[in-house]
């Protein structure tokens, strides 16, 4: 069956502009998840979907970040008014549900740039 | 402050040999921890985990060993093969979070034929 899909797979911007990426669950995960890479460090916690409930947004690291989620389905991560140190991969996860040791299945990651 | 460390940025190991890669943690409470392996260009994949109750788990050529008094777990895999080539991250989460995710830096593994 088809994986986590993101996209687009690379972005290129200019500082102060905004971005939108794009995350397509697995079908029928309920939960999922968005984290950001940087360069030589491990992957941050960004925000987290769980069905019809609340997000948790407490990983955002400032109000220029947002994110949503239709149902289920597709999300999308947004970026406004970009820095250059938004550079980063970004990445998607989803899993069955939110449950402790549920694997979290990934994409591939958007990899942003902010000149 | 990083809660989970991975102190080696890369190792390289020969084929057939048996790789050892490291990670401490600072934070009591995590209780269970994975390894996820990332190659180039594609996203995490889940490779094993252990729970705090247990000090040893091995699925195939992978074992991950845990040292709670050290605050410390280990990734062996025997033998290395060319396609164990990637960067190994390991991550820890606590019950009251369970699904937040601590994420170490990662370890790119090269393994030489």
């Known amino acids: 069956g088809a994986g986590v899909s993101q996209s687009p797979s690379n972005k290129v911007t200019e500082k102060g502009k905004d971005v939108e990426l794009r995350c397509d669950p697995i079908?029928?995960?309920?939960?999922l998840y968005w984290y950001r890479q940087r360069l030589g460090q491990g992957l941050e916690f960004l925000i987290y979907?769980?069905?019809?409930?609340?997000?948790?947004k407490s990983g955002l690291p400032s109000d220029r970040f947002s994110a949503e989620r239709t149902g289920e389905s597709v999300s999308t991560l947004t970026i406004q008014r970009t820095q250059q140190e938004d550079s980063a991969v970004y990445l998607c996860?989803?899993?069955?549900?939110?449950?402790?040791?549920?694997?979290?299945?990934f994409g591939p990651g958007t990899r942003l740039l902010v000149l | 402050d990083q809660q989970v460390k991975q102190n080696s940025p890369s190792l390289s190991v020969q084929e057939g040999r048996i790789s050892i890669l490291n990670c401490d943690y600072t934070?009591?409470?995590?209780?269970?921890f994975l390894w996820y392996k990332k190659y180039p260009a594609e996203g995490p994949t889940f490779l094993i985990s252990?729970?705090?109750i247990k000090d040893k788990n091995e699925d195939g050529r992978f074992t991950v060993f845990l040292n709670k008094s050290a605050k410390h777990l280990s990734l062996h895999i025997v033998p290395s093969q060319p396609g164990d080539s990637a960067v190994y991250f390991c991550?820890?989460?606590?019950?009251?979070?369970?699904?937040?995710?601590?994420w170490g830096a990662g370890t790119k593994l090269i393994i030489k034929p």
């Open positions: 934070n009591s409470m995590f209780d269970y």
């Open positions: 991550a820890a989460s606590t019950r009251d979070s369970n699904y937040q995710l601590i």
């Open positions: 079908s029928g995960h309920t939960a």
């Open positions: 252990i729970s705090s």
């Open positions: 979907f769980q069905g019809n409930s609340a997000p948790d």
């Open positions: 996860a989803s899993s069955l549900e939110r449950r402790w040791r549920e694997t979290q299945y």
